[in-house]
T-cell receptor
Framework: EDQVTQSPEALRLQEGESSSLNCSYTVSGLRGLFWYRQDPGKGPEFLFTLYSAGEEKEKERLKATLTKKESFLHITAPKPEDSATYLCAVQPMGGNNRLAFGKGNQVVVIP | GAGVSQSPSNKVTEKGKDVELRCDPISGHTALYWYRQSLGQGLEFLIYFQGNSAPDKSGLPSDRFSAERTGGSVSTLTIQRTQQEDSAVYLC????????????FGSGTRLTVV
């Protein structure tokens, strides 16, 4: 069974204090790994797709990396508007392209 | 439309009543998914529609849950005889043709069964 574990569950950061979120996964063949951002009362918003170990993608203050067992989402010099829940999901090979999600990392950035 | 539209945004229902949740996907998106997000839990897959193919219903938690997609566009998720454990946010997502494109999610329907 495909599993995704995210840590830490919750994180409070001072504005400007860089940190990393972890997503550990087990999957029977990885087609892709996804990061989403979710704000309260909203649906998840797509951030990145990573396909193979060693790949990195960046968007503003966010940088996602991928190894064969885990992915990291690095937040550099965060701002209060980066406060959100970050969701990690894996898409296994084959099947119907459904995603298996972790429970999320809840990030609060304090001004 | 510009995004995935879900209605209603909030629904409060009495235990035992039936409810219908609606999803209007992005035009041209052939794949449509329903997920459920319970408090403190990850998103749970419910059902998947792809074009005219038979839907993948393997995630539906019980036979009280059903879904249909008419004309390859709008989808309705129906929950019969609702129970308190059905309380959750029900999210719909659509995906354009192409294997590794990220889903686009709607804002969800928050269902509360009292």
């Amino acid at each position: 069974e495909d599993q995704v574990t995210q840590s830490p569950e919750a994180l409070r950061l001072q504005e400007g204090e860089s940190s990393s979120l972890n997503c550990s996964y087990t999957v029977s063949g990885l087609r892709g790994l996804f990061w989403y951002r979710q704000d309260p009362g909203k649906g998840p918003e797509f951030l990145f797709t990573l396909y193979s170990a060693g790949e990195e993608k960046e968007k503003e203050r966010l940088k996602a990396t991928l190894t064969k067992k885990e992915s990291f989402l690095h937040i550099t010099a965060p701002k209060p508007e980066d406060s959100a829940t970050y969701l990690c999901a894996v898409q296994p090979m084959g099947g119907n392209n459904r995603l298996a999600f972790g429970k999320g990392n809840q990030v609060v950035v304090i001004p | 439309g510009a995004g995935v539209s879900q209605s209603p945004s909030n629904k409060v229902t009495e235990k035992g009543k039936d409810v219908e949740l609606r999803c209007d996907p992005i035009s041209g998106h052939t794949a449509l998914y329903w997920y459920r997000q319970s408090l403190g839990q990850g998103l749970e897959f419910l059902i998947y529609f792809q074009g005219n193919s038979a839907p993948d219903k393997s995630g539906l938690p019980s036979d009280r849950f059903s879904a249909e997609r008419t004309g390859g566009s709008v989808s309705t998720l129906t929950i019969q005889r609702t129970q308190q454990e059905d309380s959750a946010v029900y999210l719909c997502a659509s995906r354009s043709p192409g294997v590794l494109v990220g889903y686009t999610f709607g804002s969800g329907t928050r269902l509360t069964v009292v």
